[in-house]
Nanobody, 125 residues
Framework: QVELVESGGGSVQAGGSLRLSCAASKYTYSMYSMGWFRQAPGKEREGVACIYRGGGSTYYADSVKGRFTISQDNAKNTLYLQMDSLKPEVTAMYYC??????????????????WGQGTQVTVSS
C-alpha cells in the first residue's frame, strides 16, 4: 500500500505560480509511474502531467505544455508539479497518483492504483 499526500495548493492571481508536492509513504519512483491529475467541479478527472516508471520520460497535456513541469526527488520520495503563468481555467482539485507498473498511457485514471486526497488550486483573474 502506498500513501500519497499532496500539498502546496492555494489561491493565486492569474500569472502567478504554485508548486505542488506529493509525498509518498515509501520509496516509489523507480518502481512506479506517477501522475498529476485535476478535477474541476462538474468535470471528469483529467491527466495533467506524468512521469513514466524509471523517470526516463514525461508527458504533459497540451493545455499545460510550457507552463507546468513535473519532477521528482527520489531521496525525499516526493513528486512535484511546478505551475507557472497560471490561468483561471486551471482552477481545480489536483491529485497525485501512483501505478506500480509501466504504462502505455500515463494519463488514464483507471491505470492508477493509489491516489492522494487532493489539494485545491484556485486562480483568480
Amino acid at each position: 500500500q502506498v500513501e500519497l499526500v499532496e500539498s502546496g495548493g492555494g489561491s493565486v492571481q492569474a500569472g502567478g505560480s504554485l508548486r505542488l508536492s506529493c509525498a509518498a509513504s515509501k520509496y516509489t519512483y523507480s518502481m512506479y509511474s506517477m501522475g498529476w491529475f485535476r478535477q474541476a467541479p462538474g468535470k471528469e478527472r483529467e491527466g495533467v502531467a506524468c512521469i513514466y516508471r524509471g523517470g526516463g520520460s514525461t508527458y504533459y497535456a497540451d493545455s499545460v505544455k510550457g507552463r507546468f513541469t513535473i519532477s521528482q526527488d527520489n531521496a525525499k520520495n516526493t513528486l512535484y508539479l511546478q505551475m507557472d503563468s497560471l490561468k483561471p481555467e486551471v482552477t481545480a482539485m489536483y491529485y497525485c497518483a501512483a501505478a506500480p507498473r509501466a504504462l502505455s498511457s500515463c494519463t488514464r485514471v483507471y491505470n492508477y492504483n493509489y491516489w492522494g486526497q487532493g489539494t485545491q488550486v484556485t486562480v483568480s483573474s
